[in-house]
């Protein structure tokens, strides 16, 4: 089944300690987002690709930076992780950005323990 | 400022119905979206709306009016597998997803 993933679903690490969290479709998405979410909040863009493209949003902190090698795959890198940044991590894909009736598909997150 | 409001937290009766208000302020519109996510799961989508009326999907139901920034979700023969939370998202006109912070339901027997 054509899908999103996400690995790891459960990732601890420690204050300041970098770590990678990734996303993988089998969809063939044009479109791939980051949201941070945090309990009882509305996800949070932090950025996207379209193709190869990087948007980045204006609020989104510097520690935050991503990698998009390939169609397939999309990675989040926290390069000095605070208390702060523990949350759910959510990986989407879209076919094109900009369709009013493109629907975005969410992989089942990573949730980020910061110790 | 854009702004998505719906309430915090709704309880209803297993059979029951159900309805789920978001009103909405944003620049430009694009169409509104509902998403169903359970507690540690990520968002799975419901519906879309982008013309004014009601549209079915089997046991739920969305409707828009644009004219008043104004969306509501209605779910039917409530079950417990229900229970979860539900987000409001609108398109604006950057293509960009505006989010509710979502409504809470809470399913009692």
């Known amino acids: 089944d054509a899908m999103v993933i996400q690995n790891p679903r459960y990732q601890v690490t420690q204050f300041g300690k970098p770590v990678t969290l990734s996303c993988s479709q089998t969809?063939?998405?044009?479109?791939m987002y980051w949201y941070q979410q945090k309990s009882s909040q509305a996800p949070k863009l932090l950025f996207h690709?379209?193709?190869?493209?990087?948007?980045n949003e204006a609020d989104t902190p510097d520690n935050f930076q991503s990698r998009r090698p390939n169609t397939s795959f999309c990675f989040l890198d926290i390069r000095s992780p605070g208390l702060g940044d523990a949350a759910m991590y959510l990986c989407?894909?879209?076919?094109?950005?900009?369709?009013?009736?493109?629907?975005?598909?969410f992989g089942p997150g990573t949730r980020l323990t910061v110790l | 400022g854009q702004n998505i409001d719906q309430p915090t937290e709704m309880t209803a009766t297993e059979g029951a119905i159900v309805q789920i208000n978001c009103t909405y302020q944003t620049s430009g519109f694009n169409g509104l979206f509902w998403y169903q996510q359970h507690a540690g799961e990520a968002p799975t989508f419901l519906s879309y709306?982008?013309l004014d009326g009601l549209e079915e999907k089997g046991r739920f139901s969305s409707f828009l009016s644009r004219s008043k920034g104004y969306s509501y979700l209605l779910l039917k023969e409530l079950q417990m597998k229900d229970s979860a939370s539900y987000l409001c998202a609108v398109m604006d006109s950057n293509y960009q997803l505006i989010w509710g912070a979502g409504t809470k339901l809470i399913i009692k027997p």
């Open positions: 690709y379209y193709d190869k493209d990087f948007n």
């Open positions: 969809l063939n998405h044009n479109v």
């Open positions: 989407a894909t879209s076919r094109h950005p900009g369709q009013g009736t493109d629907t975005q598909y």
């Open positions: 709306n982008v």
